[in-house]
C-alpha cells in the first residue's frame, strides 16, 4: 500500500515505516503526529485518484526529529576588481516517520 502526498511544495511516494524529510514544520515538535491527505493512493488492487475517494484516506505521520541539513556555499568573486563575497546557507527540515495509512 503506497501514497503520494504533497507537503512543502513537494511530491512524496510513502507507505507505512518510511522515515523521509520535509522543510521545517513550524508548529509540530518531536512526538507529535500529522494527518496527512494523499493525492493519490495505491493500493494492491486499484489506483485511487478522485477526490471523493481520497477524503476517506489518511497519512498519519509522526515527527521524529528536527535538524540541520547540508550546507550550501556560494562564493561570487568579480575578476581585477577585488569583489569578493561568501554566502552559506543551511535548510531546516524535520525528519516524519510513517505509522500507517488509514482507510476507511
Do not use: H, W
Not at 498519519?60 to 581585477?80: D, H, L, P, Q, S
Not at 569583489?83 to 525528519?95: A, E, F, K, M, P
Amino acid at each position: 500500500m503506497y501514497a503520494l502526498i504533497e507537503l512543502g511544495g513537494k511530491q512524496i511516494k510513502v507507505k507505512e515505516g518510511l522515515k523521509f524529510s520535509v522543510l521545517r514544520i513550524k508548529d509540530k515538535k518531536v512526538g507529535d503526529e500529522i494527518e496527512l491527505k494523499p493525492i493519490c493512493f495505491f493500493d494492491d488492487k486499484e489506483i485511487i485518484t478522485e477526490k471523493d475517494k481520497l477524503e476517506n484516506i489518511k497519512v498519519i505521520c509522526e515527527v521524529v526529529e528536527e535538524k540541520k541539513g547540508k550546507k550550501i556555499y556560494v562564493f561570487r568573486k568579480t575578476a581585477k576588481t577585488g569583489y569578493r563575497r561568501g554566502i552559506g546557507y543551511r535548510d531546516r527540515l524535520t525528519i516524519l516517520k510513517v505509522k500507517n495509512i488509514v482507510k476507511t
